[in-house]
């Protein structure tokens, strides 16, 4: 289960909706632009929908994120489950 947190989710069916020159917020989409590109696309786009992207992806965003935080919870209960079985393994030998 630690190895799914780790592993990138570049290239799933939903991270492909959060990609594109719509939602420039992605990281894998800003090193593409030039800065004043940037800068004047975000200046056209204006207030309301320079907001209506950056909600969407951060509601995309934070779902891969409370993802990845069941995750690592899992992980972790399991370890200690396993410690502790561990322990008494070696104390019945």
């Given at each position: 289960?630690?190895?799914?947190?780790?592993?990138?989710?570049?290239?799933l069916?939903?991270?492909?909706?959060?990609?594109?020159?719509?939602?420039?917020?992605?990281?894998?989409?800003?090193?593409?632009?030039?800065?004043?590109?940037?800068?004047?696309?975000?200046?056209?786009?204006?207030?309301?929908?320079?907001?209506?992207?950056?909600?969407?992806?951060?509601?995309?965003?934070?779902?891969?994120?409370?993802?990845?935080?069941?995750?690592?919870?899992?992980?972790?209960?399991?370890?200690?489950?396993?410690?502790?079985?561990?322990?008494?393994?070696?104390?019945?030998?």
């Amino acid at each position: 289960m630690a190895a799914l947190v780790m592993t990138p989710r570049l290239h799933l069916r939903w991270s492909k909706a959060l990609r594109g020159r719509d939602q420039i917020i992605y990281y894998g989409c800003l090193r593409q632009w030039e800065p004043g590109e940037l800068c004047n696309h975000l200046i056209n786009l204006g207030a309301v929908g320079q907001l209506e992207m950056l909600s969407r992806q951060l509601v995309g965003y934070s779902r891969v994120v409370w993802r990845k935080r069941t995750l690592v919870e899992c992980s972790v209960t399991l370890a200690l489950l396993a410690a502790g079985l561990l322990l008494v393994a070696s104390y019945l030998s």
